[in-house]
């Protein structure tokens, strides 16, 4: 399968999985956000997507994991944190989920530079 198409699939798989977790977890509504606040609910869907799009794409191009595995990881660990009820907000903000979400512009540079450090030590480990 092409690299792109795996992505893209991953992105779309990521997506619903974050849309129903947003839905389980009870944050804004995403349709009503599109239509009241396009470029936030915009933001959202984009950060869903690319969430799963952009670190498969690079693992598969550059035969790394450690970017599907660190994204893979905070996806585990915001989902359970935030079922558990830790870490909650005493003014209301965004639970760990929602976190991982919003900022993921960060958690994505954060898996390319993963990927780039695994890239780096499996090039010095062949020299």
Known sequence: MAPAISA???GLLHAGVAIFLWNVFLYDNLWEL???KPPSGAYVLVGMFALGFV???YSITQKSVSPVLL???LLIVSVYSEWQGYFTSPVGGPG???VYILS???VVLL???AGVVERKLTQRETA
């Open 104 to 106: 993921w512009i960060g």
């Open 8 to 10: 893209l699939l991953a």
């Open 96 to 98: 760990p989920f929602g």
């Open 71 to 73: 994204v893979s990881v």
């Open 111 to 113: 898996a390319g530079l």
């Open 55 to 57: 670190p498969v794409l």
């Open 34 to 36: 599109l239509l009241i």
